[in-house]
């Protein structure tokens, strides 16, 4: 195939992504500057971010048969590279300027890991084919490896690190063999080719495979038991990419193979989607309770919210791909925010990071405005009006009702009231004064540093989608998936 | 224009409390005080200068005293609409008034952070106006949910310390579990409604009165029904779902309970008789005789619990669990005197409860228990406050020439009509609460003294705001024409939809 200067527009995103990775490579080969990483990293993901606007007039176009760039692309991209730029901020807060206050070891690497992971995770967004989706998935996937295992002279770090490398490699395993038996039988890695002309079991099997080695991913019940910890010994900042950036990756592309590839349309697929939003709804939510660890607490509600996600999935009406993008931007708005709040208060590194509850006792007398923030970010977590979640919530009701999944929508209200009890608790404990509390202080003028001042614009934005949501809906409205 | 104003002012004035913290102690005090008399003025005016022959009825359609509507969420058919009748404009002036009142009695109470406590004040406040004036029903849930969450601080944050294993935090986690899941079961209710209008008209709106026309299917509306009934039933509180009550009562600080006892559990009987019985007229006509078994059930429960507590203000709210079974027969009755009873009932509840919660704080103040074991023979040691507490006590149990007498009496002779069976037995509930309201005053008032020293007085502040209400209260049982008038309209129009069905259930 002919590529052509309008592929090239299309592809730009992706480009300038794994170009400034490159950047950063050579300018830490030539001379070690902590600042100069940052700066090169953010100048460009925000490149990047520009280039949107014109990859939008090239879309929709296939660039190669692997990747296919539609507006569905390129929201998703977007979510990404804000989400990419924001944990970056939050790390060279959380790392600290000097190395006596702040991380001991080499801090550059860092960008350039989690750089090459959001390109993996644009790859991921934009593929329409198997090898696509396992190049962009493992693209995504190693350097999460080096990322949560960062601080490796810490224990909890590197055995999180080792744990998750095993499991996801486990789960790239399944992946692959569900995608050679797809292949074997229909002869094609294109996903809308995939079962087009007869559904035989084998197809089936490949596709319930490839759900596993997804799911392995999504951290969706039964195959979430690496998530809690994982999420607890990766440094705070890697962690909120964990939560953000690479589960936005994996849903998108779950998203596309199911609503392009025919072997999917089958009832079956639709009742084992339906068990397992079910068991995540409530084992994630049960076990939430049991927490008192803010990292594990956050991984456990995750594990619920894509429960939540896959509802509209499963309703995939017009309505639920709308759902879909409204809950994910909510989430990702969300998660930045909480565990933003996380790095900054264990800002700068230090041996253990500020997780534990009792870190947060009080905090509303020691950090009022990361207080109001974590409180935001609860209630939007919790789905209360006024807040970006509230609006992802009713979105997702609003599809379940329409396709009338009942027994999902009993789930949800379940799932969400016993959310809101672990929610509350953190949210109270916030404002608890003790006597001789445990000192935990974030550094002070915080406010002006650039991870604060991202932390009061995400919380800005998830009151102003809560108030206000329709300048998003009618965003949503129009990343549609090509060729559906 | 005025409408989104009433909203407005209690969530500005909130933030204003907030942010002016900083400065002085006592200036969020004054703006609180502002907001809510600003609020309470408004709401007056509109009593005084409205014309509340206005209402939504189904023979003439939907008419409004005053409405506003703007676009807000256009994907889904969802705006701002607000609309003032004779029935909301009472419930606002009440809230403004205890509003005024709950300013007043935290005025000592609470003495840190004191801006952060008026800014949760203000939001329930405005929050409950926004309830009241709701009519897109996605609109009236946001309001609906959003109220809890500064209910929930509230409780949380200024509460009494209680017993172990039963502290503040679990009390509002308590309440805010129960509201928030049965809210949810209402939200998926609505959304029902909505989308069976939208299969049947191809128009995805969430506006009262298109809603109003819908064609609900046999069945699909005895189930939508339930689902707004159940977040109702536990807000109201209707029996088996009461169970937050009495703890977060207990636990709230003295405006806590005001506001719940005084305005939000009329939020529930003022979201039956606004939508769950004009949009589901059939279905509500047959589940009329549950609902109101499930009243009765409430009024003796409600009185025998009551009865037997030793804390004073968890005797008040298994009270209010009584009285407002009354409220509930009143609705289900489809009778238009019933309808207007319970109309008066809940004016006068919320006056004598709120009234008898601020006279248990000042003495919470004085006492710094609220254990009736523990007092005996204060009627010596006090002036005022023990025959103020006497007159509410008598009000509760319905004496002739408070508004409670009223209210009940319209209730019980207007469903006797419908009904016999429900009200002969009901009037014994009655008999029952003349019983635990004397045992208050007698186990409190009475009895052996538990020392000589005599209590620091009623000050002004103290003593015009329980007299205010005693007034109030006396002026609605001698002349309770000018509440009646005003909500006459609405009630009409609730008595036809639900009269209609019960009439076409009988044959």
Known sequence: MQLTLSHFVALLPLLVVGATAIAVMLGIAWRRCHQLSFIISTVGLNLALLSIIPALNAAPTAVTPLLQVDNFSLFYTALILVSTLACLTLTHAYMGKTEQAGFPGNREELYLLMLLSAT????????????????????????????????????????AAIKYMVLSATGSAFLLFGMALLY??????????????????????????????????????????????VYQGAPAPVGAFLATASKVGVFAVLVRLLELSPATAEGWLNTLLTLIAIASILVGNLLALLQNNLKRLLSYSSIAHFGYLLVAL??????????????????????????????????????????????????????????????????????????????????????????????????????????????????ITLFLREPGMHHHDAPTGWGQQAGGIMLMLVAALTLILGLYPQPLLDLVQHTGLAGL | MILPWLILIPFVGGLLCWFTERFDKNLPRWIALISVSLLLLLSLWLWATGNYQLAPTP????????????????????????????????????????????????????????????????????????????IDLFLFFFFWEMMLVPMYFLIALWGHSGSAGNSRISAATKFFIFTQASGLIMLLSILGLVFVNYQATGV??????????????????????????????????????????????????????????????????????????????????????????????????????????????RLIAYSSVSHMGFVLIGIYSGNIQALQGAVVLMVAHGLSASALFILSGQLYERLHTRDMREMGG???????????????????????????????????????????????????????????SLIMIHRAYFGPARSEEPLPGLNCRELSMVLLLAVLLILLGVYPQPVLDASAATMNGVQQWLGIALNQLVR
């Open chain 1, 120 to 159: 993996g995770g644009i790859v991921l967004v934009s593929t329409q084919h198997l090898a696509g989706l396992f190049i962009g998935l493992e693209l995504m996937s190693v350097p999460l490896y080096g990322m949560v295992g960062y601080a490796f002279f810490n224990r909890h770090s590197l055995e």
């Open chain 1, 184 to 229: 074997g039988e229909t002869g094609s890695l294109v996903f809308s080719v995939i079962g087009q002309n007869a559904v035989t079991d084998l197809t089936r099997m490949g596709i319930g495979l490839m759900l596993v080695g997804l799911a392995f991913k999504l951290s969706l019940v039964p195959f979430h038991l690496w998530t809690p910890d």
């Open chain 1, 314 to 427: 499963i309703a995939s009406n017009g309505m639920g791909m709308e759902a879909i993008s409204v809950y994910l931007t909510a989430y990702v708005l969300t998660s930045l925010g909480a565990f933003g709040v996380v790095t900054l208060v264990s800002t700068p590194f230090k041996e253990r990071d500020a997780d534990a509850l009792y870190d947060y006792r009080g905090l509303f007398w020691r950090r009022p405005y990361l207080t109001a923030v974590l409180t935001v970010m609860m209630l939007s977590l919790a789905g209360i009006p006024l807040t970006a979640g509230f609006i992802g919530k009713f979105y997702i009701l609003a599809t379940g009702v329409d396709a009338k999944l009942w027994w999902l929508m009993g789930a949800m209200v379940l799932g969400s009231a016993i959310g809101v009890f672990y929610y509350l608790r953190v949210m």
């Open chain 2, 59 to 134: 023979s003439t359609g939907i008419a409004w005293t005053l409405e506003f509507k703007q676009p807000w969420i256009e994907r889904f058919g969802i705006s701002v609409h607000l609309a003032l009748d004779g029935l909301s404009m009472l419930m606002i002036v009440l809230t403004g008034l205890l509003g005024v009142l709950s300013v007043f009695c935290s005025w000592k109470e609470i003495q840190h952070r004191v801006g952060f406590f008026h800014l949760n004040l203000l939001w329930i406040l405005g929050g409950v106006v926004g309830v009241f004036l709701a």
């Open chain 2, 204 to 313: 995805l709106t969430f506006d009262y009165a298109t809603l109003l026309k819908a064609k609900l299917p046999e069945g699909v509306d005895y189930v939508l029904m339930l689902g707004f009934f159940v977040a109702f039933a536990v807000k109201m509180p209707v029996v088996p779902v009461h169970s937050w009550l009495p703890d977060a009562h207990t636990q709230a600080p003295t405006a806590g309970s005001v506001d719940l006892a005084g305005i939000l559990l009329k939020t529930a009987a003022y979201g039956l008789m606004r939508f769950a019985i004009p949009l589901f007229p059939e279905a509500s006509a047959e589940f009329a005789p549950i609902a109101m078994t499930l009243a009765l059930i409430g009024v003796f429960y409600g009185a025998f619990v009551a009865f037997a507590q030793t804390d004073m203000k």
């Open chain 2, 378 to 436: 204060l009627w010596a040691r006090l002036p005022w406050l023990p025959a103020i507490s006497l007159f509410f006590a008598a009000a509760s149990l319905g004496l002739p020439g408070t508004g409670n007498f009223v209210g009940e009496f319209l209730v019980l002779m207007g469903t006797f009509a419908t009904a016999p069976w429900v009200i002969v037995i009901g009037t014994f509930g009655l008999v029952v609460g003349s019983v635990y």
